[in-house]
C-alpha cells in the first residue's frame, strides 16, 4: 500500500484509478446482498435503521409451513437430482473419453444443447411434454417432484458430464492395462482403477449438480404443479406482494447453503488438479 | 481410444442409461415443442397439426418484432455495459500480485453461487420507492434540512417541502441495471482468462519503443485478448436475451421482453403454439451467436498463427 518506489509502466494495479474501478465494481456486486443479509437481523419494521440485532424473523420463516414444506421440496429435489445426475454424467464422460463411435461430433453436440439453450426454452417445453404425456402427479408427495426432478437431471447430468471428463482426460490408460495384464476383468477395472481416479471429478460433479438443481428457478417454475412448491418459486411469489425480513432470513438460509457446497466442490477441485496421471 | 465394436457390452451399458435420459427427457420435448409451433391451436386444449407457419409470421409481424428487437438491444446494452465495466476489473486482476489473484478472482465468482432470484429480489429491496436507497436518501434529505434550519434558512424550503423519493423500480433502466447486476461475472471471467495468458512481454516492447498507453491499449493489448473479448461478449449476450426474471421483478407493463412474452403465451395466454414458435425464433438467435463465436473464434486463430 504505501510502496515509496515509483509507479513503474507496468504496474497497473498501483494506479490509484484502476484500484477504485475494482473497488467500485466489488461494492456494486455486493452492496445488494450484504443489505439484505444485514437487515435480516434488523429489529425494525421500516427495514433502514438499525434497532438492534435480532433472530426473530428467522424464527417467523421456520415457523411459515409453507416455506418450509416448499424448502424441504428443494431439497429433496436437489438430493435426488444429484444422485441421478452424477451417475448419468459419469457414464456419458467415460463414454466420450473411452470410445470411437459413429456420429459422436454430433453426439457430443446433443449433449451440450441443455447447457447452451435458453432457460426459459428448456422450462416451456418441459412443461408442454409433461402435459401431453399426461405424467401421472396426482398419485402423492413424491410422484408431484417427479417432473421438476426429470427436468433438473436433463440439465444438470452434461455439467457433471464436462467435469469427469476434464479429470478423466489426465488419467493413465497404461494404469488400466496393467490391472488387466494382472488379471482383471472389464469391470473390476472399472471399479478398482477407473472410478477410484474419477472421484474427486465426480465429487465436485455431484455438489456442482446440486447448487445448480436449488438455485434453478425458471424451469422449476414451469415443471411445477399447482400442489408442488419449492423453495424458489415459494419466494417469487413472496416478492411479488411485498418485501420482508422474513424473505430475507429465509434468501440468507439459501445463500449460505449454496455458497457453503460450492465452496467445498471448488476446494476438491483445486485439491486434486496437481496430481496428473498418477491417479 | 477404442472403437466401441471391441466392447460393445460395455458401450451400451454406460451409453444407454444417459442417452435414454437426453433423447426422452429432453430431445422429444424439444421436438414435441416445434411440432407444436408449426400447428394450429382448435379449442381451449387441442391442436391440429398442419405445418402451417402462421404461428412463425406472427410471431415476426410488427408487435412482437418489436419485442424481439427490444431484448436483442437490451441484450446488447447490458453486454456492452458489462464490457465497459468488467474490462478494467479483469485488466487489474490479471495484473495483481499472485497472492491477491486467487482472492479477487473468488470474491468476482462468489455471487455466482447465490440464487439468481435472490440476487434480483435483492436489487428490488434496494431499489424500491421504500427501498433502502430511498430510505438513505431521505435520512440525507433530513440531515440536510436539519442543518439549513440550523443555519437559519429553513423557511426558504430549498430542498423542496418534502422528500420525494426516486423512482429506480418498474422502468427499463431497472431492468438493464439488473441484468447488468447478474450478468457482470459471465464477462470477467473470460476476459480474465485471456489477460491472463497474454505474454505481457509484449507490453513492455510496446512501450519500450515509444508508444503511449492508449496506444498500446488500443494495438497491443486489445488485439491480444481478441479471444477472449469474443468470448466475454457471446457468453454475456446469451443469457441476457433469454432473460425473464429481470424484466419480469424489475421492470414496469412496457418493459417486457421475449422469455416474459413466451411464459405468458404458456401460462396465462394458453397460446402454446404461438409460444413454441417464439421460443424456437429464441433458441435460433442464440445459435447464431454460438456460431458467431464459432467463426470468430476460428478467424483469430487463423490470424495468430499466420
Known amino acids: ?279 | 481410444m477404442e472403437s466401441w465394436r471391441r466392447h460393445p457390452l460395455v458401450f451400451w451399458i454406460i451409453g444407454l442409461p444417459p442417452t435414454f435420459w437426453l433423447v426422452v427427457f429432453f430431445l422429444v420435448p424439444l421436438t414435441l415443442m416445434w411440432i407444436m409451433s408449426v400447428s394450429t391451436k382448435v379449442g381451449i386444449n387441442d391442436l391440429d397439426l398442419n405445418w402451417t407457419l402462421d404461428n412463425y409470421s406472427r410471431a415476426l409481424g410488427w408487435l412482437y418484432l418489436e419485442i424481439l428487437l427490444k431484448s436483442f438491444w437490451m441484450a446488447g446494452a447490458t453486454t456492452l455495459l458489462c464490457f465497459a465495466i468488467g474490462f478494467p476489473v479483469a485488466f487489474a486482476i490479471s495484473f495483481a500480485p499472485q497472492r491477491w489473484k486467487g482472492l479477487l478472482l473468488l470474491l468476482i465468482i462468489l455471487p455466482f453461487w447465490t440464487n439468481l432470484l435472490i440476487r434480483t429480489y435483492a436489487l428490488i429491496a434496494v431499489l424500491r420507492t421504500r427501498g433502502y436507497v430511498n430510505f438513505s436518501l431521505e435520512w440525507l434529505w433530513e440531515k440536510a434540512n436539519g442543518f439549513l434550519m440550523f443555519v437559519g434558512l429553513g423557511e426558504y424550503q430549498l430542498l423542496g417541502q418534502r422528500f420525494e423519493p426516486l423512482e429506480l423500480l418498474y422502468n427499463n433502466q431497472a431492468v438493464l441495471f439488473g441484468m447488468t447486476y447478474v450478468f457482470l461475472p459471465f464477462m470477467i471471467l473470460p476476459l480474465y482468462a485471456a489477460l491472463e495468458r497474454m505474454d505481457k512481454s509484449y507490453i513492455e516492447a510496446s512501450l519500450d519503443l515509444g508508444a503511449g498507453q492508449w496506444r498500446t491499449f488500443f494495438s497491443v493489448i486489445i488485439p491480444l485478448s481478441k479471444a477472449g473479448i469474443i468470448s466475454g461478449i457471446i457468453i454475456t449476450f446469451i443469457p441476457a436475451l433469454g432473460a425473464f426474471l429481470q424484466p419480469d421483478l424489475l421492470g414496469g407493463p412496457d418493459s417486457q421482453l421475449i422469455a416474459n412474452v413466451i411464459e405468458r403465451q404458456f401460462k396465462s395466454a394458453n397460446d402454446w403454439p404461438f409460444g413454441s414458435a417464439l421460443s424456437f425464433i429464441l433458441m435460433y438467435m442464440t445459435f447464431g451467436a454460438l456460431a458467431l463465436r464459432a467463426v470468430l473464434a476460428k478467424n483469430s486463430s487463423a490470424m495468430e498463427a499466420a
Request: hydrophobic fraction near 55%; aromatic fraction near 12%.
Open chain 1, 1 to 279: 500500500m504505501f510502496n515509496r518506489r515509483p509507479i513503474g509502466p507496468l504496474d497497473y494495479t498501483r494506479r490509484l484509478w484502476l484500484r477504485l474501478s475494482v473497488l467500485a465494481v466489488l461494492v456494486f456486486l455486493y452492496a445488494p446482498i450484504a443489505t439484505l443479509i444485514a437487515f435480516s437481523f434488523n429489529d425494525s419494521k421500516r427495514n433502514i435503521v438499525w434497532r438492534g440485532f435480532t433472530m426473530k424473523y428467522y424464527e417467523k420463516a421456520l415457523e411459515n409451513e409453507s416455506l418450509m414444506i416448499a424448502f424441504g421440496n428443494s431439497l429433496t429435489i436437489a438430493l435426488i437430482n444429484t444422485i441421478l445426475a452424477t451417475i448419468l454424467g459419469a457414464m456419458v464422460a467415460v463414454l466420450l473419453w473411452r470410445f470411437r463411435f459413429p456420429l459422436k461430433a454430433g453426439y457430443e453436440g446433443a449433449m451440450a444443447l441443455p447447457i447452451v439453450i435458453p432457460e426459459i426454452c428448456m422450462g416451456v417445453s418441459m412443461m408442454a411434454f409433461f402435459g401431453w404425456v399426461g405424467w401421472p402427479t396426482a398419485w402423492g408427495w413424491p410422484m408431484t417432484l417427479s417432473p421438476i426432478i426429470i427436468a433438473h437431471v436433463a440439465f444438470s447430468f452434461p455439467f457433471v458430464a464436462m467435469i469427469v471428463r476434464a479429470r478423466l482426460s489426465n488419467f493413465n490408460r497404461e494404469l488400466e492395462e496393467s490391472a488387466k495384464d494382472l488379471g482383471a476383468s472389464e469391470w473390476q477395472a472399472m471399479r478398482d482403477v477407473i472410478v477410484p481416479f474419477m472421484k474427486p471429478g465426480l465429487i465436485a460433479g455431484a455438489l456442482m449438480a446440486f447448487t445448480l438443481s436449488l438455485d434453478d428457478f425458471v424451469i422449476t417454475f414451469f415443471t411445477s404443479g399447482p400442489d408442488t412448491v419449492t423453495f424458489p418459486v415459494k419466494v417469487y411469489s413472496m416478492v411479488r406482494f411485498s418485501v420482508t425480513p422474513e424473505v430475507n432470513a429465509a434468501s440468507t438460509v439459501l445463500i449460505v447453503i449454496t455458497v457453503l457446497v460450492t465452496a467445498i466442490a471448488m476446494r476438491i477441485q483445486s485439491r486434486f488438479k496437481g496430481d496428473v496421471g498418477a491417479g
